[in-house]
């Protein structure tokens, strides 16, 4: 007999086996849903962006409080996801990349999802949401283990005839095939048959989806890439941030190490035109997948006890001031969409100007669901902001990044700090934090940015300049004490000589 496709397995698993018995159900608790999408910026039309094309999406931003002040920890997949799911600051759980695994500093860290676990929910997980690697999953967190991506067609990264299966091969795709004929269609079809099988208990559950694209490689079924007109996605713009350190530019080369693109990533005009329609194209359909799940939600009736959560792990760049993917300080890459939707929202659809910081979601969540979080958590409850709109938020926003991007350990750290108007980088010697060089930008005021439609983008360095010396000290201030507070664990403490324990890779079963 032929092992059952991944679907089909799960439909005729018993929801016993499915789910959590040994924990008893919580009466009148409300549900989660909790969306993760990789790799996506703010190109959604609810955020103002004129070519995205985002109807679901758009739709559940209609009834949600959207974010338009939230900011990532760190512009890459695991330590923004880390910093969610554990609520702590990336110094404070030494993942500072992808490999970098936070049990190795808080072995009894309590995750997001296992607060609800350990309180009674059906806790599980499909798809990307701690990492897209077997080996930085966190069996503690979930009542089932983690299926991060399905066996069978339509799981690969490709569907094209000949094309590369696994690994990095052509950086974009165009599949005249079905929504399924890429991992990101099965998955929405694998959390809406879950959903239906969710439907049919008491206790209530924490169901984690997680979206590959539009992650590298774009790739994308052809009726999302016919939505647009290649010509709007020429690239105007590769000259550099005038006056940026060379540091503040990564030099992880993650786009370059994708078939025909050059290792420097400086792409010709045709290879940038598609490569920026491939991404857009990848952000309807992963729209498509994610109006199937909300559609199940309220078809099954759920969506009257369901919090709704969905989040992009961090910004990204389609080669603006002549930087691809992700990986700095900029705000192109640490701003990030954020929408929470409650049952009975006040003032749903209106958005929120406060500034928030990914690790506020995990105390807000537990807040909303009468759930007593750890009290070490770096965050703070945004329910405020969810009750009116025009709430306060943080004065700044923090961030940061290392170079080199390495696993096993990095030469300097640069931080950052966002207000509602201004951004501050500090670059620091580790672990000294000696200050090696600074960066400061004004969001408001020409020839520091410009905006590009919703976008901000910043033109010159001007650190320098007396006009902003006020500010700047000021914020020199603000970084002194942000670094001193908000750290626990001192960078004596976590030398980059220390390598941290990285898993090695399983073997696949056949």
């Known amino acids: 007999m032929k092992p059952l496709p991944l679907l089909a397995a799960l439909l005729w698993t018993p929801l016993s086996a499915l789910c959590a018995a040994d924990a008893p159900p919580v009466a009148g608790k409300p549900n989660v849903l909790f969306i993760a999408i990789d790799d996506l910026r703010t190109s959604l039309g609810c955020y103002g962006d004129n070519l995205a094309k985002s109807p679901n999406i758009d739709r559940l931003a209609q009834s949600s409080r959207l974010f338009l002040g939230a900011y990532t920890h760190q512009a890459v997949c695991g330590p923004a996801r880390t910093a969610i799911l554990t609520g702590r600051l990336p110094d404070n759980t030494r993942v500072w990349h992808n490999r970098n695994l936070f049990r190795d500093t808080l072995p009894d860290a309590i995750t997001l999802p296992q607060l609800f676990k350990n309180n009674g929910y059906q806790a599980l997980s499909f798809g990307k949401i701690f990492s897209g690697a077997e080996t930085e999953l966190d069996p503690p967190s979930w009542s089932a283990p983690e299926v991060l991506r399905g066996a069978g067609p339509g799981w690969k990264n490709y569907a094209l005839p000949g094309a590369k299966a696994e690994g990095k091969g052509a950086a974009y795709e165009v599949a005249d095939v079905a929504d399924e004929g890429y991992p990101d269609g099965n998955l929405a079809k694998l ?58 530019y990564h030099t992880h080369r993650e786009l370059g190490g994708y078939k025909e693109m050059p290792e420097d990533e400086h792409v010709s005009a045709e290879q940038a035109r598609a490569l920026r329609h491939g991404y857009y194209a990848c952000v309807s359909y992963v729209d498509a997948q994610v109006g199937k799940v909300l559609d199940a939600l309220q078809r099954l009736g759920l969506d009257q006890n369901t919090i709704v959560v969905l989040w992009g792990d961090h910004g990204w760049s389609l080669g603006e001031k002549d930087r691809w993917c992700k990986g700095t300080n900029f705000e192109r890459d640490t701003r990030v969409p954020l929408m929470i939707r409650t049952p009975g929202l006040a003032k749903a659809g209106a958005p929120a100007e406060a500034l928030i910081e990914y690790v506020d979601i995990y105390p807000t969540l537990a807040a909303l669901s009468g759930l007593t979080p750890p009290a070490d958590l770096d965050g703070r409850s945004m329910v405020p902001i969810l009750q009116d709109p025009g709430a306060h938020g943080r004065d700044v926003a923090f961030s940061q990044y290392s170079r080199p991007w390495k696993a096993t350990g990095f030469d300097s750290m640069g931080y950052t700090l966002r207000t509602a108007t201004q951004r501050y980088t500090r670059w620091v010697e580790w672990p000294s934090r000696k200050t090696l060089i600074e960066e400061f930008y004004d969001y408001t005021s020409m020839p520091s940015t410009t905006r590009e439609g919703a976008i901000l983008i910043e033109l010159e360095n001007v650190v320098a300049d007396p006009a902003y010396a006020e500010a700047v000290n000021r914020l020199r201030a603000t970084m002194d004490e942000t670094l001193s507070t908000r750290i626990k664990l001192k960078a004596e403490q976590t030398p980059a000589t220390a390598e941290p324990k990285v898993k090695k890779k399983k073997k696949k079963s056949p």
């Open 191 to 248: 959390a809406v048959a879950t959903l239906e099988k969710l439907e049919q208990q008491k206790a209530p559950f924490f169901l984690a989806v997680g979206f590959f694209k539009p992650h590298l490689p774009f790739n994308a079924p052809k009726r999302y890439w016919d939505l647009y007109d290649p010509a709007v996605f020429a690239l105007k713009d590769q000259t550099r941030v005038k006056g940026a350190p060379e540091i503040a």
